[in-house]
């Protein structure tokens, strides 16, 4: 029985993103077995586009000790839904923010001695207060240079109260795992954390490993580990950490039609067909996260796992691909983008080969036209057509 509230998702959606909650939770748990370590589940940036809300309520049970966000407003969101465990801010806090770290029970990355002021003058009580030091051993982004967290130390015993728990640094090249940069890295941190311990400083929580270095950098894996992708199933090549897919988009066919040979297709007229073919016209384009520099690789998967190539540029609103017969597809019917279906799988590493980006940008550009949907099974959505449509 299909109820009122799957038949709207059909009928009004063009496209949705599935989040198969029970997989997030397997790929939480396979990662915590695989390093042994504690793990902070990495939410920031509403989680990577998935919906911070949609994601933390599928590891809720699992109640993780800690999750990072990017900013103060995420953690305070992270609160109003419940979540009582440790709350990072990698990005750390402007000053106005202060009072949200206290009211809210947040944790701040600490990168600047400036911020130690901040914390010391905007602080609502004198009970102590943690930070977790955020160094740079090689990003070039935020951080206290590796080499200079002496003179930082220095400045933080002016500010008696203000307790370093922590210390972190992010990784800039985990995902090539020949690249010399990581273990030039893992070496600076381990330097930075000796040091603080000899200066009294003795920190309990160290983290360096991202997604990557959960896969391919044991030696960074320090006391927490802090995947983000992985949660949904990236894996990158030669891993040995076994994860499910956990996220799988789909959009729906709007029109099929036959097209004679010398037709072209799309704007810039950069596709001409050599013979005549039948092709199907996709409701999402690039306003969805489909995105418009996707090489002539691209393709989508019927539901009964035909590969429909992108043919032209991709629009706003719509793709076209082909397709092998007008039977390959009905208008109404859905079509795979991302994910794994019966076998066949368009995996993240796949999508973000084809615009030549990173697999972190495929699910974060996915725009609010994309309804983002909890999946209790792998079945999903289509199933459902199926019902609506014997």
């Given at each position: ?82 979540y009582r465990g440790r709350v990072l801010v990698l990005s750390g806090f402007l000053p106005e923010e202060v009072p949200l770290l206290a009211q809210w029970s947040l944790t701040p990355a ?281």
């Open positions: 029985m299909v109820s009122v509230e799957q038949e709207r998702d059909l009928a009004t959606f063009r496209s949705v993103l599935e989040v198969w909650s029970d997989a997030v939770r397997s790929n939480y748990e396979a990662i915590a077995r695989y390093t042994g370590r504690p793990v902070m589940a990495v939410l920031k940036s509403d989680a990577y586009g998935l919906g911070l809300g949609l994601i933390y309520s599928a590891l809720r049970d699992l109640a993780p000790p800690w999750i990072g966000v990017a900013n103060p407003w995420e953690g305070v969101r992270l609160r109003r839904l419940g600490v990168y600047d001695v400036q911020q130690l002021s901040w914390l010391w003058h905007g602080r609502v009580d004198p009970t102590p207060f943690a930070f977790h030091l955020k160094v740079d051993t090689g990003m070039g982004r935020l951080g206290v240079l590796w080499d200079r967290v002496d003179e930082f130390t220095g400045h933080l015993r002016r500010f008696p109260g203000l307790v370093p728990e922590g210390v972190f640094s992010n990784l800039a090249c985990a995902d090539r795992p020949e690249d010399p940069l990581t273990p030039l890295q893992v070496e600076r941190f381990r330097e930075v954390c000796r040091f603080l311990q000899d200066e009294g400083w003795p920190v309990g929580w160290r983290h360096l490993a991202n997604s990557a270095a959960i896969h391919y950098w044991p030696d960074a894996w320090m006391d927490l580990v802090r995947p983000g992708l992985s949660l949904y199933g990236w894996t990158p090549p030669g891993s040995r950490l076994g994860l499910t897919m956990a996220v799988r988009w789909w959009a729906r066919v709007l029109q099929v039609r036959h097209l004679p040979a010398g037709w072209t297709v799309g704007y810039g007229a950069r596709c001409r067909l050599d013979s005549d073919r039948w092709v199907a016209v996709i409701g999402v384009g690039y306003f969805d996260g489909y995105d418009r520099r996707f090489s002539p690789q691209a393709y989508m998967l019927s539901r009964r796992g035909e590969r429909l190539p992108v043919l032209g540029t991709i629009s706003m609103d719509m793709t076209v691909v082909g397709v092998g017969s007008p039977s390959s597809v009905r208008p109404g019917e859905p079509v795979l983008l991302l994910g794994e279906w019966q076998g066949q799988r368009i995996d993240l590493g796949d999508v973000a080969a084809w615009a030549q980006t990173a697999p972190h940008e495929v699910l974060s550009r996915l725009g609010p036209r994309v309804s983002r949907r909890v999946v209790r099974d792998a079945g999903g959505f289509w199933p459902l057509w199926d019902q609506l449509h014997a």
